[in-house]
């Protein structure tokens, strides 16, 4: 991990001191060119993280992370590789859901209202989706089967505008794993 922070040191923005989400990609396949790559990450976890096209961190617009937050991202996939290693795969993705949700979610208040959400659905490649604004009947339309089974969650009734509307992380971790993200 020192090894890391020192390349993340010479590869971060002077100014920020973070890494651009679009630059992910690279700084990592810069590492991996100079460096053996012995973080303990399940493949499919480091694709979700790094790769150019099904990467998850490069696809969150307008965000850089620090060295901590980069380590957090590990720390949690770590976790969620070793829960696929030993043939936990349902808790491993559960975990790597939790992983991206916890960066959408940085104050931790556990829900999301629409316009959060569209960032996370964002990062999950559903860009169709979220072209212009996050409503709730683009959200029914492409979640349809999975919101039939919630009744009451997505309900008008509750509140008085979309808005006002929460969707909890229960509702990201059935869409991952319905999705197979």
Known sequence: MARF???????????????????????HGEYS???????PLH???LAQMTHPWYGYLGAMENRSFDFKEMQEIYLNQIASGYEK???R????????????????????KGYMTLSEFSGLLKTFKFTNL???ELTLQKLR??????????VGEFSMKIVENEE???IRFDFAREMFLERGL
């Open 5 to 27: 922070e020192e390349f993340f040191d010479r590869y971060k923005d002077r100014k920020t001191h973070k890494i651009p989400a679009s630059k992910v990609t690279a700084f």
């Open 33 to 39: 060119k100079k460096y053996t790559f012995p973080i």
């Open 43 to 45: 493949p499919k976890n």
């Open 85 to 87: 290693t030993f043939g």
């Open 89 to 108: 795969v349902l808790l491993g993705e559960e975990l790597c859901c939790l992983s991206y949700w916890l960066l959408q979610d940085p104050s931790n």
């Open 130 to 132: 979220v072209e212009e």
């Open 141 to 150: 339309s492409e979640f349809k089967t999975l919101i039939q089974s919630r």
């Open 164 to 166: 006002d509307l929460v």
